[in-house]
């Protein structure tokens, strides 16, 4: 071979070998700790994605809000500030309208029900929602169904609940049924909240297990009543920036990585919901495991009757309808 070839042929090797390392690193954010549902859930993904790609897309993690609330950090996905996000519900139906049906409360018996309204085709037609409001949902991942906590009384039933001040997160939906409890809502983003209750700016919040034990509110609370009120679901959200690179074989290595994720993360949901309760009593939390769930279905009523108006009663019933 004469030298040319050879310059030629280790030239062409170099190039080769580095478009084989390159490496895109997305930056992924949620709410609470790498060790919890979220952090969990997200792990998987980027295993997942990591792998599927032979290292060519990998993670960098945000864990603990760092960048930002939830509402914050979906507007960064749309600007593609930001890649991926694992996000509750709570704010998204103010950029995706049709997912704030899921947000009515005691709209799933449990988390069977809820986890089959998702995986099904109600679920799945509510991901084909984002693509056009500029968000691409890559599954519905699992933040759990949601309790109260207060420092003030134990709650059995809406009248013990009336007058707290109680801060919710910034969804319409949860603050419309929640007044009809007698619950004074205080909407406001999840990173301002410890600092809210450990002041007394508000006397509750309300949040699923594996949030009140990885946010470590038994610092900051003192009563915890197992309404599951309403059940929070959750999102792998990522930017059309990111999605609209990448090649049909790795698209689909994201998809399945979210469905993984998603079964991670709800298997973590399950373990904190099982073994969490204990800890938080060991913590110092006073825990009402009987609540009277029939009283707070029916102080509900005038707020499904808005719900029906705003959704479709219809369409109200053929998510209960599922079995
Ligand atoms: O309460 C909230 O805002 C959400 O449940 C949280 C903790 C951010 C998790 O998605």
């Given at each position: ?86 996000t ?13 049906i ?19 085709p ?22 759990g ?49 410890f ?98 769930g ?30």
């Amino acid at each position: 071979m004469k030298f040319g070839h050879i310059a030629a042929a280790c030239l062409s090797l170099a190039l080769s070998a580095g478009a084989f390392a390159q490496t895109t690193t997305l930056k992924i954010g949620y709410a609470t700790s790498k060790e919890s549902h979220y952090g969990v859930g997200s792990t998987v993904f980027c295993d997942e994605i990591e792998k599927g790609t032979q290292g060519r897309y990998k993670c960098q993690h945000f864990a603990n809000s760092a960048l930002g609330g939830e509402r914050e950090q979906i507007e960064a996905i749309q600007l593609g500030t930001q890649d991926l996000l694992n996000t509750s519900t709570g704010p998204v139906g103010n950029f995706v309208p049709e997912v704030k049906i899921v947000d009515i409360p005691f709209l799933f018996r449990d988390y069977d029900h809820a986890r089959k309204v998702m995986d099904g085709p109600i679920g799945q037609d509510i991901l084909t929602k984002f693509p056009s409001k500029g968000i691409i949902a890559l599954a519905w991942t699992e933040n759990g169904f949601r309790h109260m906590t207060n420092s003030k009384r134990d709650i059995v039933k809406p009248t013990d609940a009336a007058g707290l001040k109680m801060r919710t997160m910034e969804n319409k939906v949860h603050m419309d049924g929640y007044r009809t409890f007698g619950i004074l809502p205080t909407p406001m983003a999840f990173p301002e909240l410890f600092g809210a209750l450990q002041q007394g700016t508000v006397d509750g919040q309300e949040n699923p297990i594996p949030v009140i034990l990885s946010a470590k509110f038994s610092q900051v609370q003192k009563h915890l009543s197992l309404t599951g009120h309403v059940y929070s679901p959750a999102l792998l959200l990522l930017s059309p920036k990111v999605w609209n690179k990448l090649s049909d074989a790795d698209k689909k290595v994201f998809v399945d990585a979210a469905q993984k994720a998603s079964v991670a993360q709800r298997k973590k949901v399950n373990d904190d919901e099982n073994n969490g309760i204990a800890q938080l009593e060991k913590d110092g939390m006073k825990v009402t495991k009987t609540v009277d769930g029939a009283a707070f279905r029916e102080a509900l009523k005038p707020a499904y009757v808005g719900y029906a108006k705003e959704f479709g009663a219809d369409n109200i019933k053929k998510i209960s309808d599922v079995k």
